[in-house]
């Protein structure tokens, strides 16, 4: 899993207000080389959710990232390498990610996220409208 | 990329191996997925360099279809941990870089409004009733630019109205109708083979603030 995925995963946990980010533990990372796109990189930018990402890249051992980023930013190369370096090269094939607000694990095997929910965990789907208005904002991020 | 080419490397994939049929899994056979990918890119431009996600991927055949037609990042959601294992090999024999999820779709908690094209060959619902519009509401609220999905074509109208007045779609277009073969996977099935007429759609969710 790469922090492109977690930079947009959140713990869907029933009731969980805030599961976003998800807390990484590593037990395996894995380094694998991609091709360097710096408009896609520009573009992807505004969408990150930035404190998310240098944390996330901190768990996978990769401390290169400034603590804060703007846009301006963007017009260094070597800036950009280093998003690019922790956004996509980095993976996490074993290991958990964890809701910050529950401490329930995700485990991550082969690189892959289990996000699936036990019976009592899962959100009803016959919902009040507000908490539904709620869970909208969580999944399109919007108000 | 032409057409020819790209149903044929999708051809080369693996498909499942132990179906399970409550979860409806059949292949999306080559022949519709690289006619879904192949018009997604040159009529809408919505698959090169953009995010690009496959629900409910199963082997990810819809997922290869939009990395080989130059999709970005590619991110493949499924709930069966088999189907992952089968989408991960074929996406590695096709040195492909696919990111996968396992994830029941109902549940999927996302954040922010990064994927542009939702991709999707969704259950029909003839096991677990709602199962595609389900499907399709979630992807309507994930996607940005828009979704293309496959639904039986005696269900058109429904699927019409569900994704404008429910959904929030801002606009629901049939792109063509197709033959979906459905081979004999299940002991239930008495025809050798069967031809089921599906919709190919295009939906686009409402225009966000700034897209």
């Known amino acids: 899993m790469r922090l492109f995925t977690h930079n947009m995963l959140s713990s869907n946990i029933k009731g969980v207000a805030n599961g976003f980010p998800l807390r990484i533990e590593a037990e395996q990372v894995l380094e694998k ?67 910050p607000e529950t401490g329930r694990k995700f485990p991550v095997n082969k690189g892959i996220p289990n996000m699936l929910l036990h019976e009592d965990e899962e959100t009803s789907l016959q919902l009040p409208g507000s908490l539904v208005s709620q869970m909208l904002v969580r999944i399109t991020g919007k108000q | 990329m032409k057409l020819k080419q790209l149903e044929s490397m999708l051809g080369q994939l693996q498909q499942f191996s132990n179906p399970k049929v409550e979860l409806e899994q059949y292949p999306t056979g080559p022949h519709i997925a690289s006619r879904m990918l192949y018009t997604a890119e040159n009529s809408f431009g919505d698959v090169n360099n953009k995010i690009v996600a496959d629900f409910g991927c199963g082997c990810g055949t819809l997922g290869a279809a939009a990395s080989l037609m130059g999709a970005e990042q590619v991110i493949g959601i499924d709930i069966d941990s088999e189907s992952l294992e089968i989408a991960s090999l074929n996406a590695e024999d096709l040195e492909l870089d696919i990111n996968f999820i396992q994830c029941d779709i109902r549940n999927l908690v996302w954040r922010g409004s990064n994927v542009d094209t939702a991709v999707m060959n969704p259950p029909f619902g003839t096991r677990t009733k709602g199962a595609d519009m389900d499907f399709l509401s979630v992807a309507l609220k994930i996607a940005s630019r828009a979704v293309y999905s496959l639904h039986k074509t005696s269900t058109r109208e429904h699927v019409k109205r569900a994704a404008l007045r429910d959904f929030g779609a801002s606009s629901a277009e049939v792109l063509c109708e197709l033959r979906f073969d459905v081979p004999r996977l299940y002991k239930f099935h008495k025809k050798r083979e069967m031809d089921i007429a599906v919709d190919l759609w295009r939906f686009a969710p409402k225009t966000n603030q700034g897209n």
Request: glycine share 4%.
């Open chain 1, 33 to 99: 080389q991609v091709d360097f796109n710096p408009d896609f990189l520009r573009n992807l930018f505004p969408k990150l959710e930035w404190k998310a990402l240098v944390d996330g890249a901190r768990a996978l051992g990769y401390a290169e990232l400034p603590e804060a980023a703007d846009s301006s930013m963007l017009e260094s190369e070597e800036f950009l390498r280093k998003v690019h370096h922790a956004l996509l090269e980095l993976h996490l094939e074993e290991g958990a990610l964890t809701c």
